[in-house]
């Protein structure tokens, strides 16, 4: 029996104008509003029979928020940035343009000394072919936007230039199923 694996991004924990790499900030009154909003229509996801999040206090809370408490995962961390981390792209840009359109260019540069898109991409994917399809068990993840993109791009066997071209907002839902190499999308409305 397949597996069924429920992808929820974070409420936001900032504007997007201040979105930072690794950023590990908490909800931001805006965010703590969107879960409260939305909770009703989330709250299914607390009868999943495992319930993860990325080890970010955003995703935490936002788990918590839904009565989902979750078990933080270190492989749903989002990418390592390196010496970027905790800045915005803006900063970034300013600072390293040429960097910043390698990153950006090629998938397996970690211009920034961390981990490449496409290193961050394989973690993903390794987390998701690693878990247990039988019983058709149902899990659910709270996770960085940037893991959404990733898992997307892993199980839909897309180039990783795609992870650019995916948006994932706040507490948008998709729902895997399948096993490891064999993956299907069923996006929630």
Request: positive net charge; glycine residues 6%; hydrophobic residues 40%.
């Amino acid at each position: 029996m397949a597996l069924r694996l429920t992808l929820l991004v974070s409420s936001r924990s900032s504007s997007v104008l201040d979105v930072r790499f690794a950023d590990n900030r908490p909800l931001d009154p805006a965010g703590r509003h969107q879960v409260k909003r939305k909770g009703r229509a989330l709250s299914h996801l607390a009868r999943a029979e495992l319930r993860y999040c990325s080890p970010s206090t955003r995703c935490r809370e936002t788990g918590l928020s839904l009565g989902l408490e979750p078990l933080a995962q270190p492989a749903l961390r989002d990418c390592d940035m390196g010496r970027w981390n905790g800045r915005t792209l803006q900063e970034v840009t300013a600072r390293e343009p040429q960097a910043v359109n390698a990153w950006i260019a090629d998938p397996r540069t970690a211009p920034h000394g961390g981990e490449s898109l496409l290193e961050f991409i394989q973690r993903v994917g390794a987390w998701l072919d690693t878990r247990p399809a039988d019983g058709g068990a149902w899990i659910v993840a709270v996770t960085e936007p940037a893991v959404m993109r990733a898992a997307l791009c892993y199980v839909l066997k897309a180039p990783p230039h795609a992870y650019w071209h995916i948006d994932a907002n706040p507490l948008s839902v998709v729902t895997l199923s399948g096993r490891s190499g064999d993956w299907s999308v069923n996006l929630q409305t």
